[in-house]
Every structure is written in C-alpha cells, then in structure tokens.
T-cell receptor
Framework: GQQLNQSPQSMFIQEGEDVSMNCTSS?????WLWYKQDPGEGPVLLIA?????ELTSNGRLTAQFGITRKDSFLNISASIPSDVGIYFC???????????FGTGTRLKVLA | DGGITQSPKYLFRKEGQNVTLSCEQN?????MYWYRQDPGQGLRLIYY???????QKGDIAEGYSVSREKKESFPLTVTSAQKNPTAFYLC??????????????FGEGSRLTVL
C-alpha cells in the first residue's frame, strides 16, 4: 500500500533548538494530519490542516499545508525533552475514507 | 470521557489460535479503522468501515477478519492464517466523510505477541 515519504527518518537535536520535518506525496490530498506517538501508546493528533497554504499552530508546533497539496511541513520551536517521540504525518484524498501515513520521524532531544 | 477503548492492552497467543481484539468508541463516529504497526515502521491499514454492517479491506487484510454490527464497536480477529501476527494493533475512528472534519483519532493500542 501507499505510504508517504517523510523526512528526516530520525534526528538528534539539542534542547532549545527548532525542528523541521516534512511529508511528500505523489497524490493530492485535501486533509493533512500530524501526530506524535510515545512508545507503547497510540498516536495523538497534534494538528489538522484542510486548505492549501494553511498555516496552523498548536503551542510550539506549527504545520503548513503545501500549496501543491502534495506536501506538508511540521515545525517545533524551542524543543524540550518531552518532545521526544515519533512524529507521523497522514493524508487523505477527497472522496475517500482512507488515510495514508508517513513512515515517521524519530526525534531525540539532548538536554 | 469520550474516546476509543482498545482491549486487551497486551495479549499472548499460541500459534494456530485465533484471537479477537476489541475496539469501542463513544464519539458517535461513523468510520472506524484498524492499523498494524511493526517496530520502526509506519501504520498499515488492515480494514476500515464507513458505516454499520459495511467494511472494506485495507492494504494488508489477509489473515484478518472484522465485523461492524454496532456503530460503537469494530472488533478485529487475527486468525491462524496470519503468518506473522506479532505486532502493535491500533484502532481509530473519524466522523465519516459526509460530515467530516477529517480528523482521525486513535485508541491506546493492543500489543499481540505470538509464542
């Protein structure tokens, strides 16, 4: 099945640094979702995007729906140790119930 | 509290046995989903259901079966035909397309280990 290209696969950063990750698709989506997953837990929804060009924030998190509708970006500002986890993107095309997921970005924050 | 409840959290199975994972939601969502997650990998869709008494195969349905007799419930059976069933299983739900905001919510997951 289709999976989205998500990058980077993993990253180590220093506490206080900003983080950026992105997802790209070969298909056009009308919904982009970003999740964080802690070990042994279900993914938690961070941000939902519904319009091309839309920029949405949730605390230190900011996500954007790409203009081409084939990509999305997530930024985390001033990272803290509890930001550690796996971040997933997911997209859904118009006229379908199916969500396609990215392969995940594993974030590790060094205090 | 509104949410999605999966049980059991951990399950051990002997080879050749069928097991059923429970998923219940009280969000009044029409659509429900089952995903499989293997270590270090993303989520792969097993089955999804848009409405009661209807469901569709996802990308990796072989060796699995589901039912959707009630709106709140979408149990997943891992049959003995599934060759590599050890994995983390996630249930999810969304409002459904007609009145959807597009948001997909997950349960806490069930970890199945085959001995």
């Amino acid at each position: 099945g289709q999976q989205l290209n998500q990058s980077p696969q993993s990253m180590f950063i220093q506490e206080g640094e900003d983080v950026s990750m992105n997802c790209t698709s070969s298909s056009i989506f009308n919904t982009w979702l970003w999740y964080k997953q802690d070990p042994g837990e279900g993914p938690v929804l961070l941000i939902a995007l519904y319009k091309a060009g839309e920029l949405t924030s949730n605390g230190r998190l900011t996500a954007q729906f790409g203009i081409t509708r084939k990509d999305s970006f997530l930024n985390i500002s001033a990272s803290i140790p509890s930001d550690v986890g796996i971040y997933f993107c997911a997209g859904r095309a118009s006229g379908t119930y199916k969500y396609i997921f990215g392969t995940g970005t594993r974030l590790k924050v060094l205090a | 509290d509104g949410g999605i409840t999966q049980s059991p959290k951990y399950l051990f199975r002997k080879e050749g046995q069928n097991v059923t994972l429970s998923c219940e939601q009280n969000l009044n969502h029409d659509a429900m989903y089952w995903y499989r997650q293997d270590p270090g990998q993303g989520l792969r869709l097993i089955y999804y259901s848009q409405i009661v008494n209807d469901f569709q195969k996802g990308d990796i349905a072989e060796g699995y079966s589901v039912s959707r007799e009630k709106k709140e419930s979408f149990p997943l059976t891992v049959t003995s035909a599934q060759k590599n069933p050890t994995a983390f299983y996630l249930c999810a739900s969304s409002l459904g397309q007609v009145r959807s905001t597009g948001e997909l919510f997950f349960g806490e997951g069930s970890r199945l280990t085959v001995l």
